[in-house]
């Protein structure tokens, strides 16, 4: 860092990318996320496209600098796109100072960016992905289960939802530089937020799990001629809902001990149900 | 099925699964934007809202740790909602239809994703050259081609011979078959919402989703309403932990 920016935003004027090249870096990172993903390298290759533009700004007539950034760029790189912005933008702001001339070097860069990566991807798919997504698609169900048209529209505010705030990660990364940002990871404040969205995204997951998963059974006893005994109405007196919630504690515990085999998992469900739901054991109600 | 159909609903597979624009494709390929716009190609909007969201609840939690795909709400969607549509299934059908078509996709994007090692290692070779355009290229160009070519045909041939074979096949299905696929609709929603669990379901704070999950049970409080409470919930466990940390300092 030159100084200690006082002000980032008035700093902003002095930086060598401005307002309009961050917003490319961002339009060009929020179209290609995952286009390009491999196994070998998930998100390297939209990482290095989108900087590609911005870098070559940095490193005016500086092909070797430029052609070193690009090559550390394409290496293995894997978070969260909307908040894992702010580490595109915070390498940006290293790579302008290394393109000064300032004493970066090459591990610097790339452990940073290797050891926000993990964290950011935390947050991102706890606020973004486990919380706002089913929340949205949640409500745009409920009206479209009512024959509400918007409700097939609803979806497209969660890809707005992601350009506003992945855009201001991005410029707040470049304004604060690496040590505003690593402050900020370390004070609580962060770990408080996430807390607290992980608290309303398992409020909503438990208030979900209740209304859309419909499993019941169908078995009855009879003895002699008395009226028949229902297994569903006995479940119902015990606990409220007791079967979807075994469905998803025992998902839970198999992912949890016997590792993430989603195809299998699919599998097994399906061959569970249609053995269940032929032999009247289990129906959806 | 009719040509023209055939080749919307290729495009509208494509288009969902392109991933261009992080997110959007959540919105494009969700099975609720295709039952609005297959609802209105068929005239029969409500019908196809019903069934997208029907087949949208399977899949509501489904999240890509690590850009592994559990399971494709987009091929489910678009094979099953234009053939209930046009052969008047009833909506347990189409997610009978609907949950096998969910697991198959999710062996296209495997084909995607081993496809697009080829194209990083092409990529390396233009950062050598500063070859900026050769990296966008190989971002999105070529893997979006490709993709095409992925999503497009095996969409449109299912699409304009199925629904025929479906009408015989449905017709002939055993009806404790198709309970058996009910139920299967009835109990996908859980593996998304196991999913979730796994991510963010510290367990301290595992009695919020009891407390979310009895609610609905034994006061029957709808989706929105969760959604208030929880955030309510959720902003007094923040504001207290700030002043908290305050007390201390």
């Not at chain 1, 962060?190 to 992980?198: E, M």
């Not at chain 2, 969607?77 to 949950?99: C, F, M, R």
């Not at chain 2, 966008?136 to 969409?155: G, K």
Request: include cysteine.
């Amino acid at each position: 860092m030159t100084s200690k920016p006082a002000d980032p935003i008035k700093e902003a004027e002095k930086r060598a990318l401005s307002n309009k090249d961050l917003f490319k870096t961002f339009a060009r990172w929020y179209s290609v996320v995952e286009v390009s993903n491999s196994y070998e390298r998930l998100q390297a290759l939209s990482f290095c496209f989108a900087l590609s533009g911005s870098l070559r700004k940095l490193y005016k007539g500086d092909d070797e600098g430029y052609r070193e950034a690009l090559k550390r760029h394409i290496q293995f790189y894997n978070s969260e796109g909307t908040f894992g912005s702010m580490i595109h933008g915070v390498t940006l702001s290293m790579e302008e100072e290394k393109a000064k001339g300032n004493e970066i070097t090459e591990e610097v860069v790339t452990g940073f960016k290797t050891g926000l990566m993990g964290p950011i991807a935390g947050i991102g798919d706890t606020l973004i992905w486990g919380t706002l997504k089913p929340i949205i698609l949640a409500l745009a169900c409920s009206l479209a289960l009512n024959g509400v048209f918007v409700g097939g529209l609803i979806p497209f505010l969660f890809p707005l939802a992601i350009v506003l705030i992945g855009f201001g990660m991005l410029k707040s990364g470049y304004l604060l530089g690496k040590e505003s940002v690593m402050k900020l990871m370390q004070t609580g404040l962060i770990n408080n937020i996430i807390t607290s969205a992980s608290i309303l995204g398992l409020f909503m997951m438990g208030a979900l799990s209740s209304t859309y998963i419909k499993i019941s059974t169908p078995i009855q006893f009879s003895v002699m001629d008395s009226d028949p005994i229902v297994l569903q109405d006995i479940l119902d007196q015990i606990l409220a809902g007791i079967l979807p919630l075994c469905a998803v504690f025992s998902i839970y515990f198999y992912f949890k001990y016997k590792g993430q085999n989603y195809n299998k998992l699919i599998i097994m469900l399906i061959v569970i149900s249609l053995v269940t739901g032929f032999f009247g054991i289990l129906s959806s109600s | 099925m009719n040509l023209l159909v055939s080749i919307l609903c290729g495009f509208l597979y494509f288009l969902g699964t392109s991933r261009i624009g992080y997110g959007l494709s959540t919105a494009t390929g969700s099975p609720l934007f295709y039952g609005l716009i297959l609802g209105l190609v068929y005239g029969k909007l409500t019908e196809g809202l019903i069934i997208g969201a029907t087949i949208q609840l399977i899949y509501i939690g489904i999240i890509n740790t690590g850009g592994n795909m559990p399971a494709d709400q987009s091929l489910a969607g678009i094979i099953a909602i234009p053939i209930a549509l046009q052969t008047d299934l009833s909506t347990e059908l189409a997610v009978g239809l609907a949950v096998p078509f969910g697991v198959l996709g999710v062996f296209l994007d495997q084909i995607r994703r081993i496809s697009n090692s080829y194209w990083i290692s092409q990529a390396e070779k233009h950062a050598e050259n500063l070859n900026q355009r050769g990296i966008f290229n190989c971002a999105i160009t070529y893997p979006t081609i490709l993709l095409f070519f992925i999503t497009f045909i095996p969409v449109f041939i299912i699409t304009l011979v199925g629904a025929d074979t479906v009408t015989f096949i449905m017709d002939a299905m055993p009806q404790g078959i198709i309970d058996g696929f009910s139920v299967a609709g009835g109990i996908l929603p859980a593996l998304g919402f196991a999913i979730i669990l796994l991510i963010i379901g510290k367990r301290e704070l595992m009695p919020y989703f009891f407390i979310g999950f009895f609610a609905v049970a034994y006061l029957g409080i709808n989706t929105m309403a969760a959604a208030v409470f929880g955030t309510c919930v959720a902003a007094i466990v923040l504001f207290n932990s700030i002043n908290q940390k305050k007390e201390l300092s």
